[in-house]
């Protein structure tokens, strides 16, 4: 599996919402699903170096699992989110792809039920603000950074660290502590 195909493979399915009056972003049951840019988040990915430093990559709220796909690219992936209709095309493209399940992994899940300290790396294009609870879970669980999508929404009490400029997109790096 290669970047180009990750990317064809998900026009198509953007295409088909299209095709049939569907829209791209939508609200969903608990929040708002919008997607990255996949060629922002492969260059961030080669950016942070994945593959050299065998990181754990863990998307908080994945919705179709595009990002999670790239980064298996370079690293053990796994993304989590509520809305099993987007998972669930998140696994068809996975299978259409011929991903390896070992090292990408998509999950009908609250996030917030998974163990960070499992994972070097936690992603997040947030849709609403950070809740403190999230924030606490975050400082106590993880062992490495937070990478914030975006500039919409950013936790308050984490250690902001750096901004990574990608393309024209901010993608905020916090240390998993409170400040």
């Known amino acids: 599996m290669k970047f180009l195909d990750i990317v064809k493979a998900y026009h198509e399915y953007e295409k088909e919402l299209v095709d049939f009056g569907k829209p791209i972003v939508r609200h969903t049951e608990i929040g708002f699903w919008g997607t990255a840019d996949m060629h922002d988040c492969h260059s961030f990915c080669k950016k942070l170096d ?41 696994l068809e493209i996975m299978k259409k792809l ?48 937070l990478y ?7 936790p308050k009490f984490l250690a902001f660290n750096k901004v990574i400029w990608v393309n024209q997109t901010p993608i905020k790096e916090y240390l998993c502590e409170i400040k």
């Open 50 to 90: 994945l593959i050299a430093k065998q990181k754990r990559f863990l998307d908080l709220g994945c919705g179709d699992g595009r990002i999670v796909l790239i980064a298996s690219l370079f690293t053990e992936a796994v993304g989590a989110d509520l809305d099993k209709e987007l998972v669930d095309k998140g």
């Open 98 to 145: 011929n991903t390896d399940s070992a090292r990408c992994r998509l999950l009908v899940k609250n996030y917030c039920d998974i163990d960070f300290s499992e994972y070097d790396i936690l992603f997040i294009y947030p849709d609403k603000p950070f809740e403190l609870k999230l924030e606490r879970k975050i400082a106590k669980e993880c062992k490495g950074r």
């Open 148 to 154: 914030v999508y975006s500039d919409i929404y950013r």
